[in-house]
């Protein structure tokens, strides 16, 4: 095989590299140290379907991070592990408390409704962030009949609203649900913000709190394409291969989803991306507070900004930089930083919000 450097390509630069915003961090790159893990992963022939080395090795950095029992099962995307791992926890009459502002909810199409057959039963909350006693609005009817059976409590961590649960509040959830025969699954797309913004261990809220299934996200965190569903009671699931099979989930080039997780969590990329993007947002927010008129919403405790301004100045400043309403009647707004956002970008968006606000 040709050497990569060497290497040439019909396809064209059809983007400026050098223009970011502040819509998601999926609209980030890949981190170098993950293209290059692509590359070291390229050459000759591996077995498919997660027979390959890397799959294999995988599961000890896994391991390091979620115990000793925990197994990885990469997937293509995070409505994909979020499905898998939802269906692999629930009977066919199943339904999964969560909060009414969850990804599983708002963001994901019907998804685990119409491809994972379960029942969404939400619960409205200020912070994004389920409790015991929130849960019990919905906890209960298990031998009604007529009534999708609650089996599973689904959390977010860092929440859709940038909120971070504590270890001691995951710990008391998983308490809660499991006292009344339910499983708890966390949806860890941003799971890396989170640790970084607490500063401990992921262990500490996900196995070690009495989580069951874990939806590890990647992609948002520097990676090219790909989650992975991690198993951490396996007690809690059955039949996760033929579930992630099953609901078209399974890559058969898997060695290229578990090199770059591999070159996530084998080291501290994981961290550093995270730590990095958490501070773009703390920037961010110190900025905007500085703007007369507008007003942060949520507390700032991961890599995402919420908002409030006039809807006039929010479309005229979306012109320069791309950024999403969150709810466009009420001029909320969300500004999200990525690992590869910069000081200089963070400036430069607040002194245009600045000069938008003065010209009302």
Known sequence: MADPATVKTDARLRHDPDLRGFASDNYA??????????????????????????????????????????????VFNGTGANVVALQALTDRWGAVICADSAHINVDECGAPERVGGLKLLTVPTEDGKLTPELIDREAHGWDDEHRAMPQVVSITQNTELGTVYTPDEIRAVCEHAHERGMKVHLDGARIANAAASLDVPMRSFTNVAGVDVLSYGGTKNGMLFGEAVVVLDHDAVRAMKH??????????????????????????????????????????????????????????????????????????????????????????????????????????????????????
Request: charged content about 25%; some cysteine.
């Open 29 to 74: 790159g890949v981190h170098p140290e993950v293209l290059a893990a692509l590359a070291l992963a390229n050459g000759g022939h591996q077995v498919a379907y997660g027979e390959d080395d890397y799959t294999a090795g995988l599961q000890s950095v896994v391991r390091r991070h979620f115990g000793p029992e925990a197994e990885a099962f990469p």
């Open 243 to 360: 579930i992630r099979k099953l609901s078209m989930q399974l890559p058969s080039k898997m060695r290229f989803v578990s090199v770059q997780l591999e070159a996530l969590l084998a080291g501290d990329l994981w961290l550093r991306n995270a730590r990095h993007a958490n501070a773009m947002a703390r920037r961010l927010e110190t900025g905007a507070r500085r703007v007369e008129g507008v007003e942060v919403l949520h507390p700032v405790q991961a890599n995402a900004v919420f908002a409030r301004l006039p809807h006039d100045v929010a479309e005229r400043l979306q012109k320069q930089y791309r950024f999403y309403f969150w709810d466009e009647p009420a001029g909320v707004v969300r500004w999200m930083c990525s690992f590869d956002t910069t000081e200089s970008d963070v400036d430069g968006f607040t002194t245009a919000l600045a000069e938008e606000m003065d010209r009302r």
